[in-house]
């Protein structure tokens, strides 16, 4: 928890630690989402917006670095962004002047 706060106070520019400023894994995520649990395709999906997701948050919501760490196309990302309705918009981390 002392890392993940030391973590936070260093990307932090401002009084404030915001969401985005602790690690990906101890973020909230975006909405819940209640697929039906015997649904395969479902829950590929689910994995595969996670994952992404989690990407896009380490990467500051930038495609091209969400693909070299996943080990996929960025032409994928994209696809997988659409299909699966993410906003890659919201992940990238505001920039103070």
Do not use: W
């Amino acid at each position: 928890m002392e890392n993940c706060i030391e973590h936070a106070v260093l990307l932090t520019h401002d009084d404030v630690i915001h969401g985005y400023s602790l690690p990906p894994t101890l973020q909230m995520p975006d909405r819940v989402d209640k697929a039906s649990p015997g649904r395969f395709k479902q829950r590929i999906e689910l994995i595969e917006r996670d994952l992404i997701i989690d990407a896009l948050k380490r990467s500051s919501g930038n495609v091209n670095a969400a693909a070299r760490e996943m080990g996929i196309t960025p032409r994928m990302v994209h696809y997988k962004i659409q299909k699966l309705g993410i906003d890659n918009q919201t992940y990238k981390i505001p920039q103070n002047k």
